[in-house]
């Protein structure tokens, strides 16, 4: 980037970090970004480490971190508190795993469902809109 440090508009910050104005805006409200003081007539301007904290909020929530749980991340991102940081993966990789469990069940069940339905023809019900009837 050839701006200054601490010298970016909300617009080119937004273009820098790959978001918008109003994501900015909400991260700043859900207090993951601090809002930098306004001068007197003038515009707030932010810098790299900006940049670099909207870049780390999101590649959070690619991982499947909650925003309250990249709160908690950044408030360990001095590096210093490992134990804790892992404890949160630890408990996303939790979710995770049941999620995977969850659709490996829901695969199994419909790869039944379709497969019956394959082999009913002319006027027998269907056993996919059974089973959903049928809870």
Known sequence: ??????????????????VNVETIRFYQHKGLLPTPERPPGGIRRY??????????????????????????????????????????????LDDVRAKLADLHRIEAVLTELVNECH????????????ALHDG
């Open 47 to 92: 810098g790299n480490a900006d940049v670099a904290r909207v870049k780390f909020v999101k590649a959070a929530q690619r991982l499947g971190f909650s925003l309250d749980e990249i709160g908690q991340l950044l408030k360990l991102e001095d590096g210093m508190h490992c134990s804790e940081a892992a404890a949160l993966a630890s408990q996303r």
């Open 119 to 130: 082999t009913h023809q002319g006027d027998v019900s269907c056993p996919l809109i059974t």
């Open 1 to 18: 980037m050839n701006e200054a440090p601490e010298n970016l508009t909300i617009g080119t910050f937004a273009k820098a970090a790959g």
